[in-house]
């Protein structure tokens, strides 16, 4: 991340403005590149830093540098909202990508972001640039356009605002053309993105919808671009988003369940 401009003013704001200065890239700091990228003085980052490392937020290798200690792994776990969601999508992830043995993904709409809570990969599975706990410009995504199809108008008007990064030479960046797709998604009940983010990888992405029926999450699977026969992915996709959907007690997810029943048993009387 990009060095601060001003330094943050409350002692809440300084803890979070070191500890938003790791990043994927940047996952080991020393105090003077913690002090350089939040705009605090050294002295201010050193009483920081060792608060933070005493509460095992930080941890100080040997080599002098600092990283995310366990115990803010710890204290995130504990987030309904992730491990919840998590925990109910995995046995339908699981399953996907033993059908698949490629990249299946869970991941939620956080801020103007996306954040992926979950990646099952194969060995050979098409690379990628996701990553757990890591995020991505939602225009771009498979998930994401998933999301921000069904966010609030403000939320999409103000993500298609931009700037819109063109990830490759496929990245639609258009606003007009995005609505189109957005609103596209919404008719279909799923999305495809094809090297939209790599060149190489193509995205099946799916809504999972919570108790009270509006979009709380979407799950994907991500295969090689060339060989993908993405129609064929699709109903898998959409079948374990209504799975995970159901489990979490969305109305219209329940409501299938019991048409499929029905149809299921007329049928079963007619044979």
């Known amino acids: 991340m990009p060095p601060r401009t001003t330094s943050p003013a409350s002692v809440g ?52 540098r600092y990283r995310i200690g366990l115990r803010l792994w710890e204290i995130a776990s504990l987030a309904p909202r992730g491990v919840g969601l998590r925990e109910t999508a995995m046995p339908f ?3 996907l990508y033993e059908a698949t043995h490629q990249h299946v993904q869970l991941a939620v709409l956080e801020g103007h972001e996306v954040l992926y809570l979950e990646r099952l990969s194969g ?10 706990g890591g995020r991505l410009a939602p225009h ?29 030479p496929r990245t639609e960046t258009r606003p007009s053309e995005l609505r189109r797709i957005l609103a596209d998604v919404r008719r279909d009940g799923y999305a495809i993105t094809d090297g939209t983010v790599e060149t190489v990888a193509l995205s099946v ?29 699709v109903p898998a996709v959409v079948a374990a988003a209504r799975g995970i959907s159901r489990v979490l007690g969305a109305p219209s997810s329940q409501r299938l369940a019991r048409t499929v029943r029905r149809e299921t048993h007329r049928r079963d009387l007619q044979l």
Do not use: N
């Open 140 to 168: 771009a995504t498979g998930v994401g356009v998933v999301l921000l199809a069904h966010a609030p108008v403000d939320v999409q008007e103000a993500i298609l605002a931009g700037p819109l990064r063109r990830l490759t």
């Open 93 to 95: 992830l699981e399953d």
């Open 13 to 64: 704001a300084r803890l979070i403005a070191v500890l938003d200065a790791f990043s994927a890239r940047a996952s080991a700091l020393t105090l003077s590149e913690l002090s350089r990228r939040t705009g605090l003085p050294l002295t201010s980052t050193h009483r920081l830093v060792a608060e933070l490392a005493a509460g095992g937020l930080l941890e100080r290798g040997d080599d002098g």
């Open 205 to 233: 992405a799916a809504p999972v919808r919570g108790p009270d029926d509006t979009v709380v999450a979407a799950i994907s699977v991500v295969v090689p671009a060339e060989s993908a026969q993405p129609r064929e992915i």
């Open 123 to 132: 060995r050979d599975a098409v690379s990628i640039i996701s990553r757990v």
